[in-house]
């Protein structure tokens, strides 16, 4: 698997977007700031929240325009899980989720780098692209907390 590059210049982002037909735009550039700062799969909502910190005057609807065309240009993709609100998450590298029944956190879970293909049994004539495995359990912090 050929990993990606860990960190993307603003060019390269400004390329990126270019390339799926979308304008860059400050608004976009600082969102996506937002998300590589703290990578900790924040909601829409949350981002919103720290994108007005550096940008008071950016809106939600904004926010969620930035989201897509991050998402459509393959810097970010979003992390479903069930009910909850959508999450994103700007690590590109190939990774799994693991999410906290407890406090509903999503972490990365990286790929043992040589484990065998396939991780799970394919049923013939399906082709699998992208492995994303969910583990759901405790997060360190709330299996701590239980014990006590
Ligand atoms: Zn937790
Ligand atoms: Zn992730």
Not at 103 to 111: F, K, R, S, T
Not at 112 to 125: C, D, E, H, S, T
């Amino acid at each position: 698997m050929k990993k990606a590059a860990v960190e993307i210049s603003e060019t390269e982002l400004n390329q990126r977007l270019a390339r799926t037909g979308l304008r860059p735009t400050p608004q976009r550039q600082h969102v996506y700031e937002v998300l590589r700062e703290k990578k900790n799969h924040p909601t829409a909502e949350e981002v919103f929240i720290r994108a007005k910190k550096g940008m008071p005057e950016i809106s939600m609807a904004t926010v969620y325009n930035c989201l897509d065309a991050l998402v459509s240009c393959g810097l970010v993709r979003q992390v479903d899980q069930g009910r909850a609100a959508t999450r994103y998450c700007s690590n590109m590298q190939a990774h799994h989720h693991f999410y906290c029944d407890e406090c509903g956190g999503a972490y990365d879970i990286d790929l043992l780098p040589n484990a065998p293909k396939p991780y799970v049994p394919i049923p013939r004539g399906f082709q699998p692209a992208r492995y994303e495995i969910t583990i759901r359990g405790l997060c360190p912090d709330c299996a701590n907390a239980r014990r006590k």
